[in-house]
């Protein structure tokens, strides 16, 4: 079983910047992407970035040139550095975490959330 434990959520003024993080820990034998989503109230749940395990990203365009993932492949952790914040930025961010456990069978995780507030 994989877990992952989020870190990094909290209320911030418009144009402040916050971080997140993300450690996936568990039976993991091949992390083959890690990511963050989010979904504020009343909407559905939307890709915010991931990186996969050759450190390629696929970045939302409503937040490019704003959000930066990382990724740290020894700790097995994501990151997901976030500027210039503004209210639509405002939701519940959830890590994913897919891959490989140690039995090589596949694996689809979802952290517990951690909630971004934008506002002044």
């Known amino acids: 079983q994989v877990q992952l434990v989020e870190s990094g959520g909290g209320l911030v003024q418009p144009a402040k910047s916050l971080s997140l993080s993300c450690e996936a820990s568990g039976s993991i034998f091949s992390l083959v992407a890690m990511g963050w989503y989010r979904q504020a109230p009343g909407k559905q749940r939307e890709l915010v970035a991931t990186?996969?395990?050759?450190?390629?990203?696929n970045v939302a365009d409503s937040v490019k040139g704003r959000f930066t993932i990382s990724r740290n492949s020894a700790k097995n952790t994501v990151y997901l550095q976030m500027n210039s914040l503004n209210p639509k930025d405002t939701a519940v961010y959830y890590c994913?975490?897919?891959?490989?456990?140690?039995?090589?069978?596949?694996?689809?995780?979802w952290g517990q959330g951690t909630l971004v507030t934008v506002s002044s």
């Open positions: 990186v996969n395990s050759g450190g390629a990203t």
């Open positions: 994913n975490a897919r891959g490989y456990d140690s039995r090589w069978s596949t694996f689809d995780a």
